[in-house]
T-cell receptor, first 114, second 113 residues
């Protein structure tokens, strides 16, 4: 069975602060896929990143960066120099191979104050 | 480029009334299609997915059903709504190979009174 845990329910920061969102997962599969999605107040989920389990290279995209640690089953997400537009709910998700089902974490609400 | 549409955007229905939510995808062929529900303040729950016309897999037993009458059309239905059906319904698609990320539509906010 797959399980994704986002222990942080809410995080509030002041603009320009960095914020790190934790994601811990459980799976018995040796190969799997991890994802991060952003859900702004409008409600639509926006795809941010997909990571394959066999690729442990960290990734940076602008102010976003992801730290994948297979040894600790974690896939953390950092927003550098946060902006008000980063305010949203962020979801981490896991998908096993040969399966269509995404297992989502409960989400972390990020509020960036001006 | 691909786009996904959902309608209506919001819906208020009485208990016991029928439901029909529609989702269409443009710019791709033979997509995998998904229906998710997000209850207030909670994560997403996969309800149905489809890998082709007329092929529907149900993840959670409930009073909802799904149909895929055309390649890029996915419909969520109910004959009689329950209060517990209230929530935010999201449609998503992914490439037919199944290996890729899912892209979500704008969602339908359903309130059952």
């Amino acid at each position: 069975a797959q399980k994704v845990t986002q222990a942080q329910t809410e995080i509030s920061v002041v603009e320009k602060e960095d914020v790190t969102l934790d994601c811990v997962y459980e799976t018995r599969d040796t190969t799997y896929y991890l994802f991060w999605y952003k859900q702004p107040p409008s409600g639509e989920l926006v795809f941010l990143i997909r990571r394959n389990s066999f690729d442990e290279q960290n990734e940076i995209s602008g102010r976003y960066s992801w730290n994948f640690q297979k040894s600790t089953s974690s896939f953390n997400f950092t927003i550098t120099a946060s902006q008000v537009v980063d305010s949203a709910v962020y979801f981490c998700a896991l998908r096993p191979p040969n399966d269509y089902k995404l297992s989502f974490g409960a989400g972390t609400t990020v509020t960036v104050r001006a | 480029s691909q786009t996904i549409h959902q309608w209506p955007a919001t819906l208020v229905q009485p208990v016991g009334s029928p439901l029909s939510l529609e989702c269409t995808v443009e710019g791709t062929s033979n997509p995998n299609l998904y229906w998710y529900r997000q209850a207030a303040g909670r994560g997403l729950q996969l309800l149905f997915y489809s890998v082709g016309i007329g092929q529907i897999s149900s993840e959670v037993p409930q009073n909802l059903s799904a149909s895929r009458p055309q390649d890029r059309q996915f419909i969520l239905s109910s004959k009689k709504l329950l209060l517990s059906d209230s929530g935010f319904y999201l449609c998503a698609w992914s490439e037919g190979t199944g290996a890729d990320e899912q892209f979500f539509g704008p969602g339908t906010r359903l309130t059952v009174l």
